[in-house]
C-alpha cells in the first residue's frame, strides 16, 4: 500500500475481488466462488464478510505494507553487516551467510544479506553476468565420462608456496576430487590420476584439453600415418594401456563443468583454507579430504542411470608400471645408454638395439627389455678422450722432372716438328 486509500492489487487479487463480487450479488453461488479461487467455502465467507466491512481492501492481506512477524530486529542486522565488513568483506552474499551460521551462530538468508548490503551500499561480490553457451546433456551414468584439469592459482593467497589444484569432477554427478601439487606436469597427473582409481575405480573415458601433459605436440611418423595413429603423449599411453578412452576437448568451454568448478573453488576453498589458517600444500590436502564429500552432497546430481561405470583394477596390472615414464632408449655397443644427460652401463648380455628406461612415481628408476628387468650402472664420469697431436704440415720442394720424362720428351718432339715444318712453310 502507497497509502491509507490507495490500494495496490496483484493481477490474482483482481480476479478473486471480481468473482467475490459476482458472489456477492448472487450471480454465482459461494461454493462455486470457492472453486474457482481455490479455496474452501468458509474461507471465502469470510472474505466476504471482510470486503463488506472495509470494501475491496479486504480481499488483500492484512500484513501487506507491513513489517514481516519474523523480520529481524535492527541489533541482528547491524551486527550482521559488522560481521561482513570484518571478516568477510571478499565474500559473496551466499557464502558469508553460510559462514556467519557457521561461525558465528547468526542464520541469515543469503538474499536477505544481499538486500541489507544493496540498502547500506556495502560493497560486495555482485553475480557476474555468463555468456550464453549451448549446453551439453550429461552423462547419464556415474564413471562414464570425467573432466581433468589443472588450476593455475593463488591458493594460499601469499601465506605459503605457489602451487597448481589438480581436480576431477564426474560428468553425470559432478562428484569432485582434487589434490594440491607443486606443478601441473605428468608426475603430478599420473599421481592424481593413480589415486582417484585406488579410491572409486578406472573410469570409461577422460576428458582433457589439449596441454602437452595430456596430448603429444609430436608430429607422426610415417609408421604412425601408415597405421592410422598419432604420436602418444606419455599420458595417453598410460590411460591407452588402462582401456580408458581419451576425448581432447578443442576449447575451455567445452569441458565447462571443470572450468565451473575451478571458479567455485577459487572462491569457496581459498576463503575456507584462510580460515582454517592452511598455508601449504600438505595440509590442504588433508583439508581437501574433508571438505570434498560436504561438497559432492551439497552440489552433486543425481545420475539419470544408477549403475557406477567405474572398473575395477584388472588382476595382473600393476598401477605403478603403467603409470609411469616410458622412454625408449638405444643400446649402444659397448652396452651403454644415455638417459637424461648421463650415461648408464647395461650388465646383462643381450641382442637388442633398444631399450626401455622406467621411471616410477617416487623417483626410482629401471631399465627393461622385454619384461625383463635389466641390471645397470651409472656410469658417474665419462672417460675423457686423448687430445690429438696436431699434424704437422710439410712443405713440399720444388720437383725437377728427369731429363728422360715422357713429359720432356713430347715438348721435345713438339719443338722438333715445329723446326721440320718451317722450311717446308717456306718453300711453298
Not at 69 to 78: M, Q
Request: aromatic share 8%; proline share 5%; charged share 35%.
Amino acid at each position: 500500500m502507497t497509502g491509507k486509500d490507495i490500494i495496490v492489487m496483484k493481477p490474482e487479487e483482481m480476479r478473486r475481488i471480481h468473482i467475490i463480487r459476482t458472489a456477492m450479488e448472487k450471480a454465482i453461488t459461494q461454493n462455486e466462488a470457492a472453486v474457482k479461487i481455490g479455496v474452501c467455502e468458509r474461507q471465502v465467507r469470510r472474505i466476504v464478510a471482510r470486503v463488506r466491512a472495509i470494501g475491496d481492501r479486504g480481499i488483500v492481506h492484512r500484513l501487506r505494507g507491513k513489517k514481516s512477524n519474523r523480520a529481524f530486529g535492527d541489533s541482528v542486522k547491524n551486527k550482521v553487516l559488522e560481521l561482513f565488513k570484518d571478516k568477510y568483506s571478499d565474500f559473496g552474499p551466499t557464502l558469508a551467510s553460510e559462514k556467519i551460521l557457521e561461525r558465528d551462530k547468526i542464520k541469515v538468508n543469503d538474499e536477505t544479506l544481499r538486500r541489507w548490503l544493496v540498502e547500506r551500499n556495502i560493497p560486495h561480490r555482485e553475480r557476474r553476468k555468463r555468456k550464453h553457451r549451448q549446453w551439453r546433456e550429461r552423462k547419464e551414468r556415474y564413471g562414464e565420462m570425467i573432466q581433468i584439469d589443472g588450476s593455475h592459482h593463488n591458493w594460499f593467497e601469499d601465506r605459503g608456496e605457489s602451487c597448481v589444484l589438480m581436480g576431477y569432477i564426474d560428468d553425470a554427478t559432478g562428484k569432485p576430487y582434487a589434490r594440491f601439487y607443486p606443478y601441473e606436469g605428468l608426475m603430478p597427473a599420473m599421481d592424481s590420476f593413480k589415486r582417484y582409481i585406488r579410491k572409486y575405480g578406472i573410469p570409461l573415458s577422460v576428458y582433457l584439453d589439449k596441454h602437452a601433459t595430456y596430448k603429444s605436440q609430436g608430429k607422426p611418423t610415417i609408421e604412425d600415418e601408415l597405421n592410422g595413429t598419432g604420436p602418444l603423449s606419455q599420458f595417453e599411453r598410460a590411460l591407452e594401456e588402462l582401456g580408458v578412452k581419451i576425448i581432447h576437448a578443442n576449447s575451455p568451454q567445452a569441458k565447462g563443468r571443470i572450468e565451473r568448478l575451478f571458479n567455485t573453488f577459487q572462491d569457496r576453498v581459498v576463503k575456507e583454507m584462510r580460515l582454517n589458517k592452511i598455508s601449504n600444500i600438505e595440509k590442504g590436502n588433508r583439508f581437501l579430504g574433508k571438505y570434498l564429500p560436504v561438497y559432492a552432497k551439497r552440489f552433486g546430481v543425481v545420475p539419470a542411470e544408477p549403475e557406477d561405470m567405474h572398473r575395477q583394477i584388472p588382476t595382473g596390472i600393476v598401477l605403478d608400471d603403467v603409470l609411469c615414464r616410458k622412454t625408449e632408449r638405444i643400446l649402444r655397443n659397448d652396452y651403454t645408454i644415455a638417459h637424461n644427460s648421463q650415461l648408464y652401463q647395461i650388465y646383462n648380455k643381450i641382442r637388442a638395439k633398444k631399450v626401455d628406461v622406467i621411471e616410477k612415481l617416487n623417483g626410482s628408476m629401471f631399465v627393461m627389455y622385454k619384461q625383463k628387468r635389466l641390471r645397470f650402472k651409472l656410469i658417474a664420469a665419462r672417460p675423457q678422450k686423448q687430445e690429438e697431436q696436431p699434424r704437422m704440415l710439410r712443405l713440399s720442394k720444388s720437383h725437377k722432372p728427369n731429363p728422360n720424362h715422357p713429359w720432356l720428351n713430347y715438348k721435345i718432339r713438339f719443338k722438333n716438328r715445329q723446326l721440320l715444318n718451317e722450311p717446308m712453310m717456306a718453300h711453298a
